[in-house]
């Protein structure tokens, strides 16, 4: 189970820390990731972080966004930054490794201008 939390009203320029918490004894094994559904649009990657702590970005929060894992505490964190109104979408973090694929029910960010 993953539990996203940390979302809210922001102004353009400023920052948020989401978190995403995971329950089972498999979490340091799985590749976390964050994706984001705004109004209207898919759902898109937005960072990653695998089990040896590498992490990857998409191009549009590259330098804005750092992922991080705690794996002693099962969470992961994405700090975000720099925040503009694009950035407005639904967060959701998802826990994959072969055989598993996880979801959790989102946490609202936005952003205003």
């Known amino acids: 189970q993953l539990v996203e939390s940390g979302g809210g009203l922001v102004q353009a320029g400023g920052s948020l820390r989401l978190s995403c918490a995971a329950s089972g004894s498999l979490f340091s094994i799985m590749t976390i990731g964050w994706y984001r559904q705004a109004p209207g649009k898919e759902r898109e990657f937005v960072a990653r972080?695998?089990?040896?702590?590498?992490?990857y970005y998409a191009d549009s929060v590259k330098g804005r966004f750092t992922i991080s894992r705690d794996n002693a505490k099962n969470t992961v964190h994405l700090q975000m930054n720099t925040l503009k109104p694009e950035d407005t979408a639904v967060y959701y973090c998802?826990?994959?490794?072969?055989?598993?694929?996880?979801w959790g029910q989102g946490t609202q960010v936005t952003v205003s201008s």
């Open positions: 998802n826990a994959v490794n072969v055989g598993y694929d996880f």
């Open positions: 972080i695998n089990s040896g702590f590498f992490s």
